[in-house]
């Protein structure tokens, strides 16, 4: 099968389109044919400074495709099923390549409502929206502040929070404040025309993803009491205790009670993946680079032939 591989870490040029054997499902793991990939932040980071050891290493986590064939024990799908999942988050996901062996448990059926490529969207960074919401408890009638509302966490958490009932307010470059907008939330800040906390309120809860100056700088808007959940760094526990909130950060897992929760909002026409622009395989690197630009929109896919 052909894979992207790496054989040492760095630039994205270090990717290279190879042949290598396919892969067979242990027990418990079901064999996909991928159809669909989706690129993240973390996939950048890792590309640049591993932390796997053994090349060649296939990276990739957020898939979507077929079920070719099933490890022993696995009963939840049959061959021929089309799925979607992030699969060995955070371990080596290996899912850059036409197949991949992933845990059946990693897994859930693609919405009916959903092609491949809006499936292989809604994967790590939906995930980690809907389990960050869930950390910060966020309640009906609660604030919400969300930061890079725009991005691939940022436009689930927006569509998330709405569902919770919260009043949800975005902070988005100005070319994409009617996106921001068009995905439910209430308020939209240009956080680039003048700092973020002279344009709110206080509000009952901060869903940070963007991390350093900008995760510190949300402790001043929060109300006491409230709290912030950040998915960029290790929020500090002295500014959290000197102003009285709770700050948690967290790293998504691969959860399929998850998955069937986001599939069948969709199904509900209650929830939408974006995907600005879809490549091929071949392209993993120019996805790369757009993905480290920090200014994409929603999600980039890739088709995998
Ligand atoms: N802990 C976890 O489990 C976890 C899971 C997923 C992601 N992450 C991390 O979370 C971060 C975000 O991930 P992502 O996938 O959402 O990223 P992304 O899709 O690459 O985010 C791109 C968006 O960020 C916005 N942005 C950039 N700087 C901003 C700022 N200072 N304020 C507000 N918006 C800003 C840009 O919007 P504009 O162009 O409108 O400015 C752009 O639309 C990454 O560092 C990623 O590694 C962590």
């Excluded at 979507?64 to 799908?77: I, R, Y």
């Excluded at 960074?125 to 389990?131: D, G, N, P, S, V």
């Excluded at 960029?232 to 500014?239: A, I, M, N, T, Y």
Aim: hydrophobic share 45%; aromatic share 6%.
């Amino acid at each position: 099968m052909k894979a992207m591989t790496i054989h040492a870490y760095g630039d994205p040029d270090v990717f290279r389109l190879e042949d290598l054997p396919l892969p067979s499902p242990a027990p418990g793991e079901v064999l996909v044919r991928v159809r669909a990939l989706s690129v993240n932040p973390v996939d950048t980071k890792w590309r640049r400074k591993g932390p796997f050891g053994a090349f060649p290493v296939v990276l990739g986590w957020d898939v979507s495709g077929t079920v070719e064939a099933l490890g022993d024990g696995v009963s939840a799908f049959e061959i021929g099923d089309a799925v979607f999942g992030m699969v060995r988050f955070p371990s080596e996901g290996r899912a850059y390549a036409q197949y991949v062996a992933a845990p059946a448990s990693h897994l859930h059926r693609v919405p009916t409502s959903l092609g491949f490529r809006d499936a292989a969207a809604m994967t790590l960074a939906a995930l980690t929206a809907q389990q960050g919401l869930t950390a910060m408890r966020l309640q009906a009638g609660q604030t919400v502040l969300i930061h890079a509302a725009a991005g691939g966490v940022g436009h689930f958490a927006v569509q998330l929070a709405k569902l919770r009932g919260a009043r949800v307010i975005g902070t988005a470059s100005t070319r994409n404040h009617d996106f921001v907008r068009s995905l439910g939330a209430d308020e939209v800040i240009d956080y680039r025309a003048r700092p973020f906390e002279e344009q709110v309120e206080r509000v009952d809860a901060v869903f940070d993803c963007v991390g350093g100056e900008t995760q510190t700088r949300s402790f001043a808007v929060l109300e006491p009491g409230g709290t912030l959940v950040t998915i960029v760094g290790k929020p500090s526990q002295e500014l959290a205790a000197s102003r009285g909130v709770t700050a948690i950060g967290f790293l998504v897992h691969p959860s399929n009670e998850d998955l069937a929760f986001l599939a069948a909002r969709v199904d509900a026409a209650e929830l939408r993946p974006h995907v600005s622009e879809v490549l091929s395989l071949e392209k993993m690197a120019d996805a790369h680079r757009a993905v480290e630009s920090g200014r994409t929109v929603g999600k980039i896919v890739l088709d995998v032939e």
